[in-house]
């Protein structure tokens, strides 16, 4: 389990959450992925797994500082996001969210990640990877088989 420290005031004082970061530097549950998959044509970087998530290669990797059990801290560079299909229950919270919180919440649910921790990627990481990562949200939400399951 590792720590991520979110700094929400801009004064230096922080409050930990919980977040599981694999080695390889995914983000999002990647448990049961394969390496290989099928590329998913329209959306560069991004491959389909057979449990119908996405797994989409950042464009620009983005570093973030955590902190372990043990409290050593290290930063980390992302170079890729596991996004899974939405449920019903993640649409009522997009939904509930206004303005910009509704891309993060969309973001969050398909990461299965607290909004709070999505937040704080979201401003670090690239416009390019955000566009691409909603492209993928998008396909989930689109009528017809064109995701997987």
Known sequence: ???LKIDRTGSGSSEDDVLSLSD???VGDDAGLSETGEPMPGLPGCVLQADGSITLALA????IKT???YGVI???QHTRL???RLKGEHLIRIRAASGQQANVAALACALRMPDL???AMYDRMDAIDLETAALVIENFTQAGR???R
Not at 60 to 63: G, T
């Open 24 to 26: 390889d530097g995914a």
């Open 117 to 119: 921790v999505v937040k």
């Open 146 to 148: 064109m995701t997987g």
């Open 1 to 3: 389990m590792t720590t």
């Open 82 to 84: 596991v996004l899974h």
């Open 74 to 76: 290290k930063e980390q």
């Open 67 to 69: 902190k372990d059990a």
């Open 60 to 63: 620009y990797p983005f570093p």
